[in-house]
């Protein structure tokens, strides 16, 4: 028997009970499958997401209309139906009826919720979270998606910006048993940026590589390293969705190095998605031949002139391309030898090497 989660979802919000709300949850775990569990967990967290957004517009609006006792509805919520909205407009007649207070109770259910399936999905066995993480991150593409169009279609809104700075699905590292260390980082001698402690801080947002993997448009078979792989994030992500692609993450920092490689045996990935701890500035070290690489902020000046110099020597011999997040863009600058593709506000660029003559 399939349960209709998006009902269950309504029910949820519509109609709190919190001390009933763990019994509810038990009874549609019992039924659901793997699809419906990610579509669910996906809505929930969006959904969260959307209600903290709200909570504090309306924060920010009473604040501005201090003498207004009742804020109205139409005044902060009218505006985000139909766009930010889109993905939930099956909850559009509570989003219609409720009240601050409403807005309130329902981040407290979503939030139980959000713990309860969190609690429910990693009782299951690793094939069926990996499934659930495939299809999870299907739809999550999809969202990030429509969050990019709303992004460059029309001219950028205040509200669309801040969207995306509360849209956060890092409760996905959890789901990989990304446990960040606060001590991991030895104690040397550092020329790197290691971003001791940093935990999520320190990895590209699962929308971010989404977002990437989307217009990467990577052919079947080709390789993809990420310099400076972190716990392994992209790693792990291009994995599941790409399962035909090699993947080699580098990485500095040991613990991270084995947290990643954990996750990947977990998820049954090792065959192509693999980590190693590497100083990628060590003069024994040659960065071996790929398709696709990325670099995310992450090294020293001297390091990146080694790896910049690695790569142009590269493209002697094959195409590759570059995907950049942050201030790593700041080094393909004044590379003849690539050129830019995609923007994405500048956050995320994408070069591919110029045709040059064979040697
Ligand atoms: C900002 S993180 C990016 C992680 C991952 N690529 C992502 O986007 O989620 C950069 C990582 O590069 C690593 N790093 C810095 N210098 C390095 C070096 N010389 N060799 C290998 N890794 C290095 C850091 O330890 C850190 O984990």
């Not at 996906?42 to 924060?59: A, F, P, T």
């Not at 009218?78 to 909850?91: A, G, H, T």
């Not at 701890?277 to 960065?287: M, N, Y």
């Not at 670099?295 to 790896?307: G, K, P, Q």
């Amino acid at each position: 028997m399939s349960i209709e989660y998006k009902a269950e979802l309504k029910k949820i919000v519509l109609q709190v009970q919190l001390d009933k709300l763990e019994e509810q949850l038990n009874t549609l775990f019992k039924f659901i499958s793997e699809k419906d569990l990610a579509g669910f967990f996906i809505d929930s967290i969006y959904l969260k997401n959307i209600l903290s957004l709200l909570i504090d517009e309306h924060w920010m609006q009473s604040k501005n209309a201090p003498t207004d006792t009742e804020i109205q509805f139409d005044r902060f919520i009218k505006p985000f139906l139909n766009v930010e909205l889109k993905p939930l407009l099956f909850l559009q007649s509570f989003f219609q009826d409720t009240s601050i207070g409403g807005l309130h109770l329902a981040l407290k259910a979503i939030t139980q919720t959000e713990a309860a399936l969190l609690r429910n999905i990693k009782s299951k066995p690793y094939d069926f979270q990996k499934k659930f993480l495939q299809i999870a991150l299907m739809q999550m593409s999809e969202l990030f998606e429509l969050e990019h169009q709303l992004n460059s279609d029309r001219k950028k809104t205040d509200v669309t910006a801040r969207l995306s700075l509360y849209r956060t699905f890092d409760v996905l590292d959890k789901i990989f048993e990304l446990g960040y260390l606060e001590n991991e980082v030895p104690d040397i001698d550092q020329k790197e940026r290691l971003y001791e402690g940093a935990g999520v801080g320190v990895q590209s947002s699962y929308a971010t590589t989404l977002l990437a993997l989307r217009y990467l448009n990577l052919t079947k078979g080709s390789r993809f390293i990420d310099l400076g792989s972190g716990y392994g994030r992209i790693g792990l992500v291009v994995g599941l969705m790409r399962p035909d692609i090699q993947f080699t993450g580098y990485e500095f920092v040991k613990e991270r190095v084995d947290i990643a490689n954990k996750a990947s045996e977990n998820l049954s990935m090792t065959q192509h998605v693999q980590f190693r701890t590497q100083d990628l500035a060590s003069t024994d070290f040659k960065i071996p031949p790929a398709d696709t690489f990325y670099i995310f902020d992450s090294f020293s000046d001297a390091t990146y002139a080694v790896i910049m110099e690695q790569l142009q020597e590269m493209t002697l011999h094959r195409k590759i391309t570059v995907v950049t997040k942050g201030n790593a863009k700041l080094w393909m600058k004044n590379q003849f030898w690539i050129e830019p593709q995609e923007f994405n506000d500048g956050n995320l660029c994408l070069y591919r090497s110029r045709a040059r003559p064979r040697i």
